[in-house]
């Protein structure tokens, strides 16, 4: 037992280790490329650091400490004299520690966007060409779907899961997300600057490997208007074998997010965001979904690049859930308060407080108190 666990603490020292050796060895191509005037290879390279306290209600009071290093290299094809108008990306993560809402929080949505356990992957590779001066751009390979669809820009700044793409979708069907990205196929259509369609199809189960016919697709689409800083999105999607209640498969749901800037000051500025999702009442798990807060950004004067924001996320219970835990209550509420100071050009703290009320409507659980503190390092 003690020999398995000083292995398995050895491999993750050794993973972290090629991480690292891999960040330097790619930061020093694309330096040494944009020496020679290419600028052909972008990198990106960050680690997100973070403890979280459950300070009462939920499973149980405790704290843990997790953390997701990415690398991301962004290679574009015709700078590099290869291949007009076309652009690959390769994204590598590691993550580690301890997901707090399975072990403190007992929470349904998942109070921090960057819980996995102990894992290292490729994550993204994909290839995207460019057609007709931009207009439509296709791409194929294993691509997040969160990427692109249904995303909120205000909402990035909050730690909750349920502020990058709503449970409706996380919740009930297995598709290209966090953290596991699948094989996919992408168009898209920029009408003009203001208006854009995109459609794709996804692996149903990313989680296995090869493609399987047989754990069916994600197919999802989404036309996004945007204007003076606004923008407004409209998406559908199905997921062909996504379980639903009586035991049958295939799953349909909607979604709308807005993000509309309220108010602009000298340094600083103001806006909303709201999102709204709904599936098939035969859902498994959730049956919709309705999250919306405000973002601050230069609140303290002399302080235009930090970020603050206060928010709610409501997950509603499928007919289907309830029936499988009876006397569980009708939704689950999260209320996260968060402010993100930059330090540095590259580093960044980011406490938050999160009230999560019905933690995955179990009545046995008391609404919890969450505490987290996040450091961010990018390069």
């Not at 296709?138 to 692109?148: C, F, M, S, Y």
């Not at 854009?196 to 490997?209: E, H, N, Q």
């Not at 994600?218 to 009586?246: C, F």
Request: glycine share 12%; aromatic share 10%; with cysteine.
């Amino acid at each position: 037992m003690l020999r398995r666990q000083f292995e398995q603490r050895g491999l993750r020292k050794v993973k972290k280790s090629i991480f690292l050796y891999v960040c330097i060895a790619c930061l020093g191509v694309s330096n040494a490329m944009a020496e020679e005037g290419t600028g052909a290879i972008t990198t990106e390279v960050s680690y997100v650091a973070e403890a979280v306290r459950n300070l009462s209600g939920g499973l149980q009071k405790g704290t843990k400490y997790e953390a997701a290093g990415t690398l991301g290299a962004t290679v574009d094809l015709e700078k590099a004299g290869l291949w007009s108008g076309a652009t690959a990306y390769v994204e590598f993560i590691i993550d580690h520690g301890t997901d707090p809402s399975g072990t403190l929080i007992g929470d349904f949505q998942t109070a921090s966007n960057i819980a996995d356990g102990n894992r290292t992957r490729l994550q993204q590779v994909w290839f995207e060409q460019s057609l007709m001066d931009g207009a439509i751009a296709v791409l194929v390979g294993t691509h997040d779907l969160n990427a692109e669809f249904n995303v909120t820009e205000y909402g990035g700044l909050f730690t909750n899961s349920s502020f990058g793409i709503g449970p409706e979708i996380s919740g009930n069907a297995a598709t290209s997300l966090f953290p596991e990205a699948g094989l996919a196929a992408r168009i898209a259509f920029h009408a003009n600057d203001q208006l854009a369609f995109s459609a794709a199809a996804y692996d149903g189960d990313p989680a296995t490997r090869p493609l399987r016919a047989a754990e069916g697709y994600m197919y999802i689409a989404e036309a996004a208007y945007s204007s003076e800083g606004a923008a407004y999105k409209l998406g559908l999607w199905r997921h062909t074998k996504a379980p639903v209640q009586g035991g049958g498969q295939g799953l349909s749901g909607a979604y709308i997010v807005i993000d509309q800037p309220l108010w602009d000051w000298d340094g600083g500025s103001m806006g909303a965001f709201l999102q709204y999702g709904l599936a098939q009442r035969s859902a498994e798990n959730i049956k919709n979904y309705v999250g919306g807060g405000f973002h601050f950004s230069g609140l303290i004067p002399g302080r235009n690049n930090d970020e603050a924001g206060i928010a709610f996320a409501r997950a509603d219970f499928s007919n289907n859930y309830r029936s499988l835990n009876p006397g569980f209550k009708k939704a689950e509420t999260a209320i996260e308060l968060t402010y993100r100071a930059p330090l540095t050009d590259w580093l960044a703290v980011q406490p938050a407080f999160q009230y999560i009320m019905a933690p995955s409507g179990d009545p046995a659980l008391r609404n919890a108190k969450v505490g987290l503190l996040r450091l961010e390092l990018s390069l």
